[in-house]
């Protein structure tokens, strides 16, 4: 009996990971030249020289569902160590939402202070209608969420230490606290179902090569002209 109670368990669970991972893969992050993924999942900051340049972006599996939304945070491997110390060096972090969005709620990469108890969450939303999914973005590319600009203006002498990660990781706390993962969000409304997703790493100033992730770079490699 417990034996058939475990395998159903194990079925169900197969089913559910079956069921997201159809929807949704991963929000990851890629480099970005000219405003363009080039599908880098690293990059170097040059202090003085122009920024580095980042884009959040949700990667779907093609026939899958598209999303109205994601919630997510970025941190590095040492959560108390960026982007605080860097902002404290005079370097800047520039946080842009996609302009398709119609709202953006929080911020991936700073933290709300929130008088003492730090929120680290961002919330994406793209209109959706229901009635026809207008606004509803599709799967057939990569969908961008946020842009993000790390450069710096003022201390030539403070680099960011080699092979900084940063890591897409879960909301804290989550907007739901049964969903502690990066996660987005279908376009079933008035539910808008939401998915946990696997998350990206970006390394700064990598000290080996090469630095292109071979799933994100066989992603990205038909979506050049794509992009969203």
């Not at 893969?25 to 970005?32: F, K, N």
């Not at 071979?214 to 490699?221: F, H, I, L, P, S």
């Amino acid at each position: 009996m417990a034996f058939r109670q475990c395998a159903r368990m194990v079925a169900a669970a197969v089913l559910v990971a079956a069921a997201t991972g159809a929807r949704a893969a991963r929000i990851d992050l890629v480099r970005l030249t000219a405003g363009r993924p080039d599908s880098h999942t690293c990059g170097t900051a040059v202090p003085l020289g122009p920024p580095l340049a980042i884009g959040a972006y949700a990667v779907l599996d093609a026939g899958g569902d598209g999303i109205s939304g994601a919630e997510f945070f970025i941190r590095t491997q040492d959560p108390a160590a960026y982007p605080m110390d860097l902002q404290g060096l005079g370097w800047t972090i520039s946080v842009q939402p996609n302009p398709a969005a119609t709202a953006a709620i929080g911020n991936p990469i700073v933290a709300d202070p929130h008088g003492g108890f730090p929120i680290r969450r961002a919330n994406i939303v793209f209109a959706v209608d229901p009635s026809n999914l207008e606004g509803c973005q599709p799967p057939e590319a990569p969908v961008l969420l946020y842009r993000l600009g790390i450069f710096n203006r003022s201390h030539p002498d403070a680099p960011i230490p080699p092979n900084t990660e940063l890591l897409v990781v879960a909301a804290d706390p989550p907007g739901n606290p049964q969903f502690r993962c990066p996660l987005v969000n279908l376009c079933d409304g008035p539910t808008f179902t939401k998915v946990c997703v696997g998350g990206g790493v970006f390394v700064i100033n990598p000290t080996v090569a090469p630095c292109i992730d071979a799933v994100t770079a066989k992603t990205w490699g038909g979506v050049k002209s794509l992009y969203r």
